[in-house]
């Protein structure tokens, strides 16, 4: 008892010292960081600008994540009638235990799809009926997330939460080829003159053989933006998407026959 007294009168003293060792705020007028007060105008010096654009072209095709493999699609023509044509499930949504980050991609008269539980899905175009449905997940493997899918020489290649590529027929949804990685994937991939591209949770850039198997070629450090595609330029590089800081890296040729040999398989 006598000890929650001399506390109690403390308390007084305790408040004081804390009172006076409270520095002032600062002098000025105090403004809102959050608040747009400026309001956008038009620069006057370019208002009588000509803005002139090319023609609309009708894309008939999205293979990869950002429509082709360098990401570049002009001027794309847009219907005047946009309305919805069709729904159609393409599996589990996003939870708890795993989430949808594959972009869908179209090809002639299919489109293809991933769910969270990395089932790819083909779809016709038209009708939307469900062609066929491939899970590519690992036997007795748990929940992931991630990956994404790409068309490319009749195959959907399919990147996964599970540091895997996998190769699967377009036409049947069958399973071509499996090949492992460094590192889980998050990103879709990207596929040029043969070659599959595609980016690890850990920034490494792995480069497979579309047409011999997934064998591997190689591996180059990238940037931190793991949620995005590489991108592939008229040039024999692979290069960051826009507003990653990057540098470009060449890309190997894909292996000949005799020097199929001496390429090691990533385990």
């Not at 000509?50 to 095709?61: A, H, S, Y």
């Not at 790409?150 to 939460?161: H, K, L, M, N, S």
């Not at 003159?193 to 850990?202: H, I, K, N, Q, S």
Request: hydrophobic share 35%; proline share 9%; net charge positive.
């Amino acid at each position: 008892m006598t000890g929650l007294r001399s506390l109690l009168a403390l308390l007084p003293a305790l408040a004081l010292v804390a009172c006076e060792t409270t520095k002032p705020p600062l002098p000025g007028e105090r403004l809102s960081v959050l608040r747009l007060d400026k309001q956008l105008e038009p620069d006057p010096q370019i208002a009588t600008l000509e803005v002139r654009l090319p023609r609309p072209v009708v894309n008939t095709d999205w293979p990869e994540a950002g429509g082709y493999p360098n990401h570049v699609m002009q001027h794309v023509a847009l219907g005047e009638d946009i309305a919805t044509a069709w729904r159609t499930n393409i599996g589990d949504g996003s939870s708890r235990y795993g989430r949808i980050m594959a972009p869908p991609v179209a090809f002639g008269d299919q489109l293809f799809a991933m769910d969270a539980d990395s089932t790819i899905s083909a779809i016709e175009r038209k009708s939307g009926r469900q062609i066929w449905d491939t899970n590519v997940k690992p036997e007795d493997a748990g929940p992931a997330f991630g990956g994404g899918i790409a068309f490319a020489e009749d195959r959907i290649f399919v990147t996964t939460g599970y540091a895997q590529v996998v190769a699967l027929d377009a036409k049947t949804g069958k399973e071509v080829w499996r090949q492992g990685v460094s590192a889980p994937l998050r990103s879709a991939p990207t596929v040029s003159d043969g070659r599959l591209f595609a980016v690890t949770v850990d920034n490494q850039l792995e480069v497979l053989a579309c047409r011999r198997r997934g064998i591997f070629l190689g591996r180059a450090l990238r940037s931190a933006c793991r949620k995005r595609s590489p991108v592939m330029d008229r040039q024999p590089r692979c290069r960051a998407p826009d507003g990653c800081a990057v540098g470009a890296c060449r890309y190997p040729r894909p292996p000949s026959h005799r020097s199929r040999s001496r390429l090691r398989r990533q385990p």
